[in-house]
């Protein structure tokens, strides 16, 4: 059984930054690439980041493209999204993703099979 746990959500001022930290356990972590999405409310969950298995290739959307980024730490079972300059409208819950597919690297919410709670960023303008 895949378990995600978030951490690392909380409260900031626009323009500033924020790091969060996904721990995964259950199945070799170094064999699938991982995903951050982001749900607003009443809005629909966009895909925000991925990052393939090795860590070689990333994807963001365009909308925290340049701002966000995305890195793993194999050897401790982690995925990070580090936030920079952020945005009201980046305000959302964020939920790291983990997909079915070894070594694939999805973009879309239908790939992803395990999910974690959610953690809650608030950015304050």
């Known amino acids: 059984q895949v378990q995600l746990v978030e951490s690392g959500g909380g409260l900031v001022q626009a323009g500033g930054s924020l790091r969060v930290s996904c721990a995964a356990s259950?199945?070799?972590?170094?064999?699938?690439?991982m995903g951050w999405f982001r749900q607003a409310p009443g809005k629909e969950r966009e895909f925000v980041a991925s990052?393939?298995?090795?860590?070689?290739?990333?994807y963001y959307s365009d909308s925290v493209k340049g701002r966000f980024a995305i890195s793993r730490n194999n050897a401790k079972s982690t995925v990070y999204l580090q936030m920079n300059s952020l945005k009201p409208e980046d305000t959302a819950v964020y939920y790291c993703?983990?997909?079915?597919?070894?070594?694939?690297?999805?973009?879309?919410?239908?790939?992803?099979?395990?999910w974690g709670q959610g953690t809650q960023v608030t950015v304050s303008s």
């Open positions: 993703a983990a997909p079915k597919l070894e070594f694939a690297t999805p973009t879309t919410p239908a790939a992803y099979n395990y």
């Open positions: 259950g199945r070799p972590f170094s064999n699938y690439a």
């Open positions: 990052i393939s298995w090795s860590g070689g290739r990333t």
